[in-house]
Every structure is written in C-alpha cells, then in structure tokens.
C-alpha cells in the first residue's frame, strides 16, 4: 500500500513570496519527519523548512531562487508503510546545526570560460574572524591575497553582531551588578540611570574600533579587500557581486578572481523556526544586540550561551526573563555542577526556566507575543511578552557560497568536510571556521585559519589542538575545556577528578564572589590533564592556563609546582593540582583515598 502526501510550506509568520535559498532535497530521496527541506530567506531571517510526513519524494516543486509562501506545495511524498508513520521521540530543533554528516559525494565542478579582472595566490571568502586571520597570516607569509567580504566592515559575526559587542555590553551589565554587591559592604550608590542611546554606541565604539582595526591592518599587509558577495563559478575563479551600503545591496557589477588557492570562511548564519512571525519584538540575537528598547518581559528561546549572555544584559537593564529549552537543561556541554553555580546565582532574573519544553507557536498580538509551549514545564496557557529572542543555534552558509562549481563538497546540512589540513575534497580549496563544523567559536576559526594559510604558502600545517575551550560569559562565568565529567561518563574514560572550592579562596573571598570553584580531571592511568573547568568571575581569563597544561601533557605535580602568585583566582588552579595530590595547605586535610 502507498500513498501520495503533500508537504507543504507551514505557517511563516505571515511572510509571503519568500526567496527559496537552499533545497536540501531532491526527487528520490527518503525524508522523515522535521527533515529539513528548504530553507527560506526574508528581509529579517532563514528559516527551515522541516517535512511534515515522511516517505520518499516523488515530485520536487521548488527550486533555489524561487519564491514561496504558506500552503504552497514543496514536494509530493510517497508514504510507505514504516516511513508513513509518526514523528521521530525527540526532534532537534530545526535550528541547531548538528556536526558534518556522512562523507559527501563531489560534485561535478564547472568551467569558467571568460577571463578574471583580479589574479591572486590565495582568495578567501568571508572576513570573520577566520577569514581576516587567514588573510593575514597568507600576507604575511609573502602571498598576494584577495579576501571577500559582502558587509562594509571585516570582522565577520564576532567583530560585528556576536562575540565583541555582546561583551561590550556584558561588561556594562557586570559593573552594574557589581555595584549592586556593594551594598552589602556598606557602599550604596543610586539607582543607576540608563541611558540607552549611549549604551549602544559604546558598543558602536567598541566596533568601530576593531573593524577600523582590521582595515588598518589588512591594508599594512597589502590584503586586497573586494565587497561583494562571492560565489565560485569554477575551481580557479569566484565571481564577486559587489554590495554596498550598511547592508549587503548589490550595486549590479560584477567582478572575477582568479586564484591559486582558496580558503572558504563564509561563516554562519542565525536560523529562525518556521512558526515565528515577522515581528519588530521577536529578534535574533543580532536584533538583541541593537538593544532598542529594555522590555519589561523577555523569553529567550533556546537556553545555551548566546541566549543566557544577552538574556543577563537585558536582566541587568531591568528585564524580567523566562527561558525555554528542548533539552533537560541550559548551557548543554558544561558539567552540571558548574550550571548549578549560575543557577543559584541567577535565579532572580528568571520568573520561568523551562527545560525539557518546546515552543510550538508564537502569535504577534497588539499587546504582546503570545507563545505556546509544550514539554514538562509547559504552562497550561499561552504566556504574553514584551519581546522574545530566538536564540536557537546557527547553519552553516556552505550551500549560499555555489561551492558546486568548484567542485567542493557540501552536507546536506551546509557543513564542508574538510581533513586535518583543513582541505576540502578539492585540494587547493580549503575551508575554516563556523563553515566546517562544531564548536562554532571564534578561537576555533582563528587556529584552522593560520593551517589553512600556512598550506597555501606550501607548509605542512595540521589541525591538532587537543582541545578547544568553551565559555559562557555571564556572571558568574562558566568556563570549561577538553574532558568534562559527562564525556568521561558517556564515552568511559576512567579520570579522577580534582575541585579546588572558591569559599577557600582569601581573592574570591576579598571579592566578596567566593561561590565559584575550579575542576582538574586527569586521565586516572597517565595522571595528565585532560580537562578542566572553572565557574565563577573571570573563569573565563583564567581557562587558558588549563587549556596549556592539557596541550603539553601536564600531571597535578607541573601545575601544583607552578608557583601561582597570591592573592589571585588563578591560584585555584594550583590549588585544585594540590588537592589531586592529597594535600592542600589552605582546606581542611583530605581524607585518605
Ligand atoms: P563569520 O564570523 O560568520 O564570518 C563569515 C563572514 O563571511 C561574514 O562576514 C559574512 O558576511 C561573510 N560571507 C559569507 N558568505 C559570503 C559570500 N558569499 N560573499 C562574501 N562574504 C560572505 N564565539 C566565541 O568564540 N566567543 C564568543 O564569545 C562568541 N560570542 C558570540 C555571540 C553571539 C551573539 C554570536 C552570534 C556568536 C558568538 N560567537 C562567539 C561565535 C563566533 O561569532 C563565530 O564562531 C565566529 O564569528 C565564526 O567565524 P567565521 O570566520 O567562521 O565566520
């Protein structure tokens, strides 16, 4: 028995004639349910398409560069039996992007048959911090290097809407909470006044400081900077659309390069769920930033970092937040004993922290967003705010970039594979940063970056940090890197552990902050490093010293022998390698394993 399904484009917040940018299916293939399908593209956002029913697609309606709006039929599906059953347990969110999947096939690569306006020894594409740094370090290796970027500014999502603005701001909400905490020390300061407008160009400054810089810099180098939006028309040349304006405008000229080698930095980009409607009130974390208005009722969808970061700054402003997660807990990736810490220290900013619950709509009404949920902390009725921010993951752009043409490939989800030299299948033809795959940091694109480039200028450059750290930057921090207590559990790796409390700290203390602690996990038969993980302030500044002790293969004897100067929080750290010894003069004598 079969039967013929419809899927069709769900409700998308009332957008209509959307531009198609990605079809991640074709005739033949089998799709199950919450498989993406397409991906659309507004003024404001992406958004996935997931498919409704599964079965194999026998008739594709759609194709990139069309337009689509709600109701219209993306494909038509054969159900049979099994595959027409009901939904996968547990969906990913549409939004997160999960690791590079199965080897993909190459494609065919075209053939550019015209000439180039622009010849180089390394193009890349996309100036964040992957793409600048790569740029960089090729220049400086005595490569004449052309690097792309469609936005006014370089520095990609981390200089311009991700890490450093959101940091601008955090910093300012830290001081306010700090000042706060002096009350207790019998230093009271007013109420303070926020003026908004200024707060935000602080941030504007900060910016404007380190994109400025990046132009400075790429210029000493004799980087040649194209704007434009770039897509390979062969393995050898790219063809730039160029733009302008604050945005990404095409002016309609064209520009070739021709290039020897080529690193793909394109990035990543915010995807919204499909339900949610057009609406100045919901925002991505790049309208978050723009900080326009402090709402009296906020709900962050999506409880990992990115999302509690901009949460704790709007908090601070005075916004009331809740907070939803699919997943059985927030910050996922930290051990729980370090979440536990910003729970406690956190839990007046949040009226509801909703794990194990999904948003399943959102309606723009006049005096509010209404959404509503469903899971284990769902609330019986739909809750009203002020504004929500989507802060459910990031998608690779590996399938905006026409990677095709040049004979690179692309999963289905956008990730390019790439090996330890971070070649991609085509050999001169290298890919770095949030286009490869998880973790999907700045640190991460930075280090593949100088690999990549150093292959260019004929190196023999690897991938192969042991480990990349990770850090949520709220207050307290949470900081951790390499084997956490979960891995060792999920994958059996016999470790002791060792955790130095900040309540024995005399700086935590002084600083009147002393709920942190620090953890040293070492591998229980070689007695080296192996991961470790801090919570409290500037757990973040202080993580390196760890991430450098894995890297050299360092025992509690090289750390606990390292003489830490006092009175300072990284001295937890020494102090945590004393504990794993047996003894640490400043507790109370450990028992006898
Ligand atoms: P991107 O920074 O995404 O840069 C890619 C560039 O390519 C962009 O400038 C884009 O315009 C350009 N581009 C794309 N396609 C084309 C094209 N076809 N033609 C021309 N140009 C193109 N990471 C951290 O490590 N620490 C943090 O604290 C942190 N905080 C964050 C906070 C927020 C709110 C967000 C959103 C992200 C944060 N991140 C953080 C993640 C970090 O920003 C990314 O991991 C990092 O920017 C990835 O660098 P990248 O070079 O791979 O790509």
Known sequence: ?????????????????????????????????????????????????????????????????????????????????????????????????????????????????????????????????????????????????????????????????????????????????????????????????????????????????????????????????????????????????????????????????????????????????????????????????????????MLIIGGGIIGLEMGTVYSTLGARLDVVEMLDGLMQGADRDLVKVWEKMNAHRFDNIMTSTKTVAVEAKEDGIYVTFEGAKAPAEPQRYDLVLVAAGRAPNGKLIAAENAGVAVTDRGFIEVDKQQRTNVPHIYAIGDIVGQPMLAHKAVHEAHVAAENCAGGKSYFDARVIPGVAYTDPEVAWVGVTEEIAKRDGIKIEKSVFPWAASGRAIANGRDEGFTKLIFDAETHQVIGGAIVGTHAGDMLGEICLAIEMGCDATDIGKTIHAHPTLGESIGMAAEVAHGTCTDLPPQRKK
Request: with cysteine.
């Open 1 to 297: 028995m079969s039967n013929l399904i419809e899927l069709k484009v769900p409700d998308i917040g009332g957008h209509s004639n959307v531009d198609i940018i990605e079809v991640f299916v074709k005739a033949g293939d089998v799709v199950a349910v919450e498989d993406s399908l397409i991906t659309l593209e507004t003024d404001k956002a992406t958004m996935e398409v997931p498919a409704s029913h599964a079965g194999k697609i026998v008739e594709l309606k759609v194709a990139v560069g069309g337009k689509i709006s709600e109701g219209d039929v993306i494909a038509i599906v054969e159900a049979v039996g099994a595959a027409a059953e009901a939904p996968k347990a547990a969906p990913a969110p549409a939004a997160a992007a999960p690791q590079a999947a199965a080897p993909v096939a190459a494609p065919q690569a075209a053939s550019h048959a015209g000439g180039a306006d622009i010849e180089c020894d390394v193009l890349v594409l996309g100036a964040g911090p992957g793409g600048y740094s790569a740029a960089f370090r090729a220049a400086d290796l005595g490569l004449n290097v052309v690097l792309v970027e469609r936005y006014a500014t370089l520095g990609g999502v981390c200089l311009n809407v991700g890490c450093i603005p959101s940091k601008a701001l955090l910093h300012n909400a830290a001081v306010i909470d700090e000042v706060k905490h002096l009350a207790a020390n019998g230093i009271k300061f007013a109420e303070p006044e926020i003026d908004i407008d200024m707060l935000r160009g602080y941030k504007e400054k900060v910016i404007g400081k380190l994109t400025g810089g990046l132009a400075g810099m790429a210029k000493a180098r004799k980087v040649q900077v194209v704007r434009g939006v770039g897509s390979f028309l062969d393995p050898h040349h790219l063809q730039v659309d160029t733009t302008e304006g604050a945005g990404q405008a095409k002016t309609g000229a064209k520009q070739t390069i021709k290039f020897k080698n080529a690193i793909i930095a394109a990035g990543s980009r915010v995807v919204n769920l499909p339900f949610i409607p057009q609406d100045p009130r919901i925002v991505d974390s790049t309208g978050a930033l723009e900080l326009k208005a402090v709402p009296k009722k």
